[in-house]
């Protein structure tokens, strides 16, 4: 655990995670400019403050030589804004690097606008680290809700609501500019252990919505009407075709562990 809070992170001090290919519609460059405002704010006395060790783990692939270019250029920024000593890029890792740099974050950021879905923040939420995202589409409307917006004017309760859902505790954070993600980080990087457990637990909560046990569900039902006209032989078939069971050696049927999404 880290200082100041003990927050959850390594033997090194906690850590904020960003994982994303160096694409520029990622834009770690406005992770950076906000990691580097949270670093800078003088903050009043009586306010918790985030550790000295704290570190921003920007993790990510290159597909080519303009994301190597890109790369470069971020590492160039971090140390125009003074942060490159608090700042990590991990390039290319394997599954199993970036499972431990998952199971060791305190928080999860992601910057990309207008993002369809978001797979990355519903990973963040099911690793136990507090998700910060874009106040936009997928992770706006379907993953981080409720959530608290920095950015939202006081007492505009219309702006940290439960989206419709019937949920009163907010699973993390939603924001849009370097003042926004900056308050953010810094409120996630201050909470006490019990205040990022209690947030942490109900995001990985939330997070069962996307996962593949729900996934076979809404399947079966969303095809009942249709399968329930076939006979048995074949509706089993169908099934399988999609992943959602398998058939054992002797011919009997059961659930599978579903079909295996892309990773973006």
Known sequence: CGGGGGIKGTGEGPYVVSVGQFRPEKD?????????KMRADERDAATPSVPSNARLKIVGGCRGEGDERRLNALRATAKDLGVADSVEFHVDVPYAKLRELLGGAAAGVHTMID???GICVVEYMAAGAV?????????????????VRPEASEGDESRNDASGDDVSLPVGFLATTVDGYADAMWAAMSMTEDE?????????????VFGEGAFNGAFIDAMAPALASLTLDRRDAILEAAGVRTRGPRGVVSPAGGPRRRRG
Request: no cysteine.
């Open 196 to 208: 990022r457990v209690t947030m942490a637990t109900l995001a990985r909560a939330r997070a069962d």
């Open 115 to 117: 993002e369809h879905f």
């Open 28 to 36: 770690h460059a406005l992770q950076l400019r906000a990691w580097a």
């Open 131 to 147: 998700p910060i995202a874009h106040d936009s589409a997928g992770p706006a409307m379907d993953i981080v809700v409720p959530a």
